[in-house]
């Protein structure tokens, strides 16, 4: 599908809403295995190429008021950075992360610590699970992505956690293996009953997840393969401001018309390992100790 047809443009006047973001310093980034289709560890790496780029986002954060924790990267597991899958964080209660993969495992301790450390009430996973990777708050429901990394049965916990309606979507594209590789969710707050914004790329979901998002968010941007293709959708928004690769212009134009602010950070880097912005943006929602 290399063409979509957009819904209309609805100019509206966008709030910023300050956020709290958990993110990890790429210190020992490499690619040194393969568990997605970016991810090739004959291709040479710059850890200290990945570490400056990561820095202009965390500043560019720090700049428009949002609030940074830090996550202590650790040697030998170089996908710390992506701490988007590093759980899911609403009202207080943290439910980490179970990964799929065993070269991710390793991290599974660290997050929990973290969060347990600073008074995060942790709801232990029974199932597998990637976090934000794969889970989007979007108004009062919960988007769950599937197909690739999390369970069918982790859908079912999120719910009994957070009391909250959870819509399944099924991703089948490899190149779009997390949820939020293929769709933003871009205002972080609405009032209660509200629709947010959301951006989406159709061709990496199912027809029936495609029907279920035309029904329930039918005013949101249905971006092109182009700029899905180079992680334009993997982005962070503050309701406001909109953090999104530079090479998604085509996306960076349709946020323009809606009135967002566009930011564009190149984590080109990082995308080596599978991950751009919102991989490596985990929400804090609720204040921890």
């Known amino acids: 599908m290399s063409e979509t047809i957009e819904a209309p443009a609805e100019q509206a006047e966008r709030t910023q809403q300050p956020r709290t973001y958990l993110m990890c310093r790429p210190e020992h980034f490499t690619v040194s295995y393969s568990i997605n289709p970016w991810m090739h560890p004959d291709d040479p790496t710059d850890t200290q190429r990945a570490v400056s780029q990561w820095q202009k986002l965390y500043d560019a954060y720090r700049a428009l008021g949002h609030k940074i924790e830090l996550i202590e990267p650790q040697p030998g597991l ?107 969710v871009l205002d972080p707050v609405v009032a209660p009953g509200a629709e947010p914004t959301i951006a989406y790329l159709p061709g990496a979901f199912d027809e029936a997840s ?44 349709q946020l323009a018309e809606r009135g967002y602010t566009p930011v564009t950070i190149d984590l080109s880097e990082l995308l080596l390992g599978g991950g751009g912005i919102k991989c490596c943006t985990l929400e804090l929602r609720g204040a921890g100790a």
């Open 210 to 253: 495609r029907r279920i998002l035309a029904e329930r968010f039918p005013s949101a941007i249905r971006v092109a393969d182009a700029d899905g293709s180079v992680f334009g959708l993997n982005s962070a928004s503050d309701g406001r401001n909109v953090f999104i690769s530079p090479r998604a212009t085509g996306f960076e134009a």
């Open 78 to 184: 170089p996908d710390m950075v992506y701490t988007a899958n590093g759980g899911f964080v609403i009202d207080g209660i943290a439910y980490p992360p179970k990964f799929r993969h065993a070269e991710r495992q390793g991290e599974e301790t660290f997050f929990t610590e973290w969060f347990r450390d600073r008074g995060y009430e942790v709801v232990e996973p029974k199932t597998t699970n990637e976090g934000e990777g794969d889970f989007l708050l979007a108004g009062e429901v919960i988007l769950a992505g599937r197909g690739f990394r999390s369970s069918d049965e982790s859908h079912r916990e999120l719910a009994d956690i957070f009391g909250r309606e959870v819509v399944s979507l099924t991703l089948v594209d490899p190149r779009f293996y997390h949820l939020d590789t293929a769709l933003s």
